[in-house]
């Protein structure tokens, strides 16, 4: 379990080797930031003492911030545990408290795996699912321009058959990335994703990132379609797919978490990506995806540009989240 004490924003600049990956952290949470860390200091400076009243605010602070209410609830029981132990008295002694309890939210005991898991002697399948327009193929694509310039050989496979434009907006990113893409206008997905991955295999590619349909609507249809497509992906690649990640816009919100119970009833997500959380006010979210569902954040995207999708890292998102703000 980590446990961050005293002296927090101090250790956080010592500990970070890549100082512009803090920093992107902090311009891109800068909308919660600024919001929340705002509201909690006006609250310090409301009630100089810790009380029931400053609790109540702060519940609603943090709901505000798109955490969710059930684990709103545990969080504020915690805190309150914490300072009559502590026996914390000045509600500006509270903050450290209150950073680390996000931590330890967040971690919960777990072995927090942020990483790909990638294979060895055979492409390594990467599957993303998620409703539409929540940026499946644009991360599809940022993620191949990650790894392009980490030396990796990449294929695309346009495996959404279904939304109109999808396959062109894969094309463009494999001309963006210089990735190939195998496509068809006449297949169905599993079709299409079989034939990507004999070509991944005959010529010996590293990683695949097979793009899918992002419709929720009718979940025994998905779920057919992805149990078809995960029979596909295992028989040609035993252990396949790698990764199923579950791509949610952070400005959808709570329904944002609905959307993570629905998938992971359909299918077994791996990960989550997280876009858009520059856009939103309620960056909080990621300790409610993790809280309520159990599942890892382990992308975020951060703005619009290919290196904008970032590796998450829950200690430079606590960073942006609070300690961003200390010198502006």
């Not at 970070?16 to 920093?23: L, S």
């Not at 509201?39 to 911030?65: D, G, R, T």
């Not at 025994?220 to 295992?234: F, Q, T, Y």
Request: with cysteine.
């Amino acid at each position: 379990m980590w446990v961050i004490h005293v002296g927090l924003f101090d250790k956080f600049k010592n500990i970070f080797n890549n100082k512009k990956e803090a920093d992107a952290y902090s311009e891109g949470l800068q909308k919660t930031s600024k919001e929340f860390v705002n509201k909690i200091n006006l609250l310090s400076n409301k009630y100089k003492k810790v009380n029931e009243e400053y609790f109540e605010e702060l519940e609603e602070i943090f709901i505000m911030a798109d955490i969710g209410v059930e684990t709103v609830m545990k969080f504020i029981d915690k805190l309150k545990k914490r300072v009559k132990k502590e026996n914390i008295v000045d509600s500006k002694d509270l903050m450290d408290i209150i950073i680390d309890e996000m931590f330890i939210i967040y971690v919960n005991n777990d072995i927090i795996i942020n990483k790909i898991n990638y294979v060895d002697n055979e492409p390594t399948v990467i599957l993303f699912v998620g409703v539409n327009g929540v940026g499946k193929t644009t991360s599809i694509g940022k993620i191949a321009y990650k790894l392009k310039n980490q030396g990796k050989k990449v294929l695309l496979v346009a495996g959404d058959t279904f939304r109109a434009g999808a396959v062109e907006q894969i094309i463009e990113w494999g001309k963006k990335t210089n990735c190939d893409v195998v496509y068809s206008d006449n297949k169905d997905a599993s079709s299409v994703i079989y034939d990507g991955l004999e070509k991944a295999k005959n010529e010996e590619y590293d990683v695949v990132l097979i793009d899918t349909a992002g419709r929720l609507q009718n979940k025994v249809n998905l779920m057919n379609e992805l149990d078809k497509i995960n029979k596909v992906i295992g028989k040609l690649i035993p252990g396949a797919p790698h990764e199923t990640l579950l791509v949610i816009d952070a400005t959808t919100g709570q329904n944002g978490i609905s959307q993570a119970k629905n998938f992971k009833e359909i299918t077994n997500i791996t990960g989550i990506i997280l876009t858009k959380l520059d856009g939103t006010a309620k960056g909080g979210i990621v300790l409610a995806i993790k809280e309520n569902v159990g599942i890892p954040v382990k992308f975020i995207g951060l703005g619009e540009k290919e290196e904008d999708l970032r590796v998450f890292d829950i200690e430079k998102y606590i960073y942006g989240l609070f300690g961003g703000n200390d010198e502006k």
